[in-house]
């Protein structure tokens, strides 16, 4: 069983910057797929960026040169620095982890909100 814990979130100006992190405990951090989500009311969650155990990532194009996902294995945590903030990156951010052979992201944290006033 992975556990995973969101922080960072919070309201920032248009334009701002937030770091969010995510502390992974159980299972073998190093060898998931991590990924961050992010759900804006009345929207579908859609997949931010993910970051597998190769060392490849993925962007969304909505958020491609203003985002950028790194981990940190030995500190069991994955990060989403998040610059050039605009209102619609309004949305629960959510970490997300996947074994490398599955399709489906398994295990995911409680959200954390991301606010960016006008």
């Known amino acids: 069983q992975v556990r995973l814990v969101e922080s960072g979130g919070g309201l920032v100006q248009a334009g701002g910057s937030l770091r969010l992190s995510c502390a992974a405990s159980?299972?073998?951090?190093?060898?998931?797929?991590m990924g961050w989500f992010r759900q804006a009311p009345g929207k579908q969650r859609e997949l931010v960026a993910d970051?597998?155990?190769?060392?490849?990532?993925y962007y969304a194009d909505s958020v491609k040169g203003r985002f950028t996902i790194s981990r940190d294995n030995a500190k069991n945590t994955v990060y989403l620095q998040m610059n050039s903030l605009k209102p619609e990156d309004t949305a629960v951010y959510y970490c997300?982890?996947?074994?490398?052979?599955?399709?489906?992201?398994?295990?995911w944290g409680q959200g954390t909100q991301v606010t960016v006033s006008s």
């Open positions: 970051f597998t155990s190769g060392g490849s990532t």
């Open positions: 159980g299972g073998t951090f190093s060898t998931y797929v």
């Open positions: 997300a982890s996947r074994g490398r052979v599955q399709i489906q992201f398994t295990y």
